[in-house]
């Protein structure tokens, strides 16, 4: 397998990677010729799941990628606490181009930058991160989300920015909450300990218009009960500035959103990055854990 790229785009790249590091350790990076995947995998129970795929274009160009494997595909496991400082200093940096390497059977995505020293000098910065690749009928698990069931309710949030200190507020109050919603625009965010019940409510919100979608009754609330640290991991996501979020609930099964990201706003356009569209939009599906009450 062979991999070859120009980061330019290293600032929309680090928020990705520094969003991911607040939902687990483990990453899965998957090259193809038509897509990357950032894929937040622990196997452990009760942890928040993430998927985010975008267009090459979003973040490289100069993509050269050679695999045998179906699809062309590289997928890599790698931790997150080694590629967040990489990602932040390249912000930072100019003429960033990563690689795959192999030195005594072991794989290493190597990143080559020119920064800056003390003396205000351009010198060459080369960081190593050892990765794994993963199997390919290991990926078939792992490569997209499952929903469990049909959600009942799906709605746009209100903007991050409002709704993450809301967030920080309730974490304050109690360790379990509610999240209600309906098809009528409605959405209740609800946190409560011994002495005192808090309920946040939003009206007038849209819901988006899905194809075959029907409800006896557009006022009937699904909900769901996660922990108020989840959330508030969640809500880490606003600094990807999403265009739109998408609120899905499946009554006391699932609760899953989806990020709508813009990554143009972070960086200026490279003229030899060759676009299929306009705007390379990238998308989050981020499924939260439930917590059942017994």
Not at 33 to 45: G, L, N, P
Not at 53 to 76: H, T, V
Not at 114 to 138: D, F, H, P
Not at 210 to 215: K, S
């Amino acid at each position: 397998m062979r991999l070859k790229a120009t980061v330019y785009n290293p600032v929309g790249l680090h928020r990705i990677v520094q969003t991911l590091d607040k939902f687990g350790p483990i990453c899965v990076m998957s090259f193809s010729t038509d897509s990357i995947r950032f894929i937040s995998h622990d196997e452990r129970a009760g942890s928040i799941r993430a998927w985010v795929k975008a267009q090459p274009s979003a973040f490289l160009s100069n993509y050269r990628i050679q695999s045998r494997l179906e699809g062309c595909e590289i997928p890599l496991t790698l931790r997150l606490e080694f590629l967040l400082p990489i990602t932040k200093i390249a912000q930072n940096a100019t003429d960033v181009k990563i690689s795959l390497k192999r030195s005594e059977n072991q794989v290493y995505m190597s990143w080559d930058m020119a920064t800056e020293n003390r003396e205000g000098r351009l010198c060459r910065l080369v960081q190593n991160i050892s990765v794994v690749a993963v199997s390919q009928a290991t990926m078939p698990a792992i490569r997209d989300p499952i929903a469990v069931n049909s959600p009942h309710v799906f709605i746009f949030l209100p903007s991050m920015n409002s709704l993450k200190p809301v967030a920080d507020r309730l974490r304050q109050i109690g360790k379990y909450m509610y999240i209600s919603a309906n098809m009528a625009g409605e959405l209740k965010l609800i946190v409560a300990n011994d002495v005192a019940e808090c309920e946040t409510t939003y009206s007038r919100l849209e819901n988006p218009r899905i194809p075959d979608y029907e409800l006896e009754d557009v006022r009937k609330f699904a909900t769901v009960r996660i922990t108020t640290e989840d959330f508030v991991n969640f809500m880490n996501s606003y600094q990807l500035v999403p265009d739109n979020v998408i609120c899905s609930i499946t009554d006391n099964e699932q609760l899953a959103f989806y990020l709508y990201i813009n990554n143009d706003i972070h960086h200026q356009a490279d003229p030899s990055v060759v676009r299929s569209s306009a705007i390379d939009q990238t998308v989050m599906t981020c499924f939260v854990p439930v917590c059942q009450e017994y």
